[in-house]
């Protein structure tokens, strides 16, 4: 169980993020406020304690802080983000996390984003991406199996993130889109494939038994449902259009 999270609020100025999404409508500043409050009480109603930030001007991008560090229960990794625009972003969360636990860092030319790196109990997933560089996963690598983790680096194609495409949802199951299926990695899971048309929603969020998925996804919704699991919606619209989603939202611990 987590009983804590580190969130920040998002800042008028968020949509000069980065993006690659095509919007129909130009993102909007209060609806995007109130889908993060929503976020941030549904943490707090399933038993984490959050500490929310305050916006980073210089960072329009800053309220996705899981790509700022990866925590694990003995160490938490402080990131070098692989986006230039986002690289400073870490130094404000490397205090925070050092109240909680020993911190150890990614150092240039390494470049990690926490959206590549997925835990599944004492194992990473270690995503390469245009964010991650194999300098930056061997590093993770090598930090983890110094307190006992194992980890598997794979290599990310479609998408931003390893985790825009797999997340793990308990019961042995990985979520993942149609792109990683019959991906070697995973054998010994699992598999609940996303079709192409929800690819988004392989962007699922499980935290203390429930499983946090994106709003207008039913047929992934479907799925899950049939597997019994406790589902709690959640409008992502906003963030959707700034590339994120809401594993980004967070770091959980
Ligand atoms: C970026 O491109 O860095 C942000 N606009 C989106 C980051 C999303 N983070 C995540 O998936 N962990």
Do not use: W
């Not at 479609?158 to 985790?163: C, N, S, V």
Request: proline share 5%; aromatic share 8%; glycine share 8%.
């Amino acid at each position: 169980m987590f009983t804590h999270a580190i969130a920040r609020k998002p800042g008028p100025n968020f949509a000069r993020g980065i993006t690659t999404a095509v919007n129909e409508a130009p993102p909007n500043y209060e609806i995007l406020v109130n889908q993060h409050q929503e976020y941030i009480s549904t943490l707090k109603s399933i038993g984490i304690d959050v500490t929310l930030l305050e916006a980073l001007p210089d960072h329009p991008d800053a309220y996705f802080v899981e790509d700022t560090a990866v925590v694990a229960a003995e160490v938490a990794v402080i990131t070098n983000p692989g986006a230039e625009a986002r690289k400073g972003e870490e130094k404000t969360i490397a205090p925070v996390l050092s109240q909680y636990r020993k911190t150890e860092r990614i150092q240039p030319p390494g470049t990690v984003d926490g959206g590549d790196v997925l835990q599944v109990d004492k194992h990473f997933f270690i995503g390469v991406s245009e964010r991650t560089n194999p300098e930056g996963a061997g590093q993770l690598s090598r930090i983890f199996g110094e307190y006992g983790y194992t980890c598997t680096i794979v290599t990310v194609g479609e998408g931003l993130h390893f985790k825009s495409s797999v997340n793990y949802i308990g019961k042995n199951t990985l979520l993942i889109t149609e792109d990683f299926s019959g991906n070697a990695h995973f054998e010994g899971y699992d598999t609940l494939i996303v079709n192409n048309a929800e690819s988004y929603a392989a962007n699922t969020l499980f935290v203390n038994d429930h499983l946090l998925v994106p709003r207008g996804y039913p047929d992934t919704r479907k799925k899950l449902e049939t597997l019994g699991f406790n589902i709690i919606e959640l409008d992502t619209s906003e963030v959707r259009k700034m590339d994120g989603g809401l594993t980004c939202m967070s770091i959980r611990f």
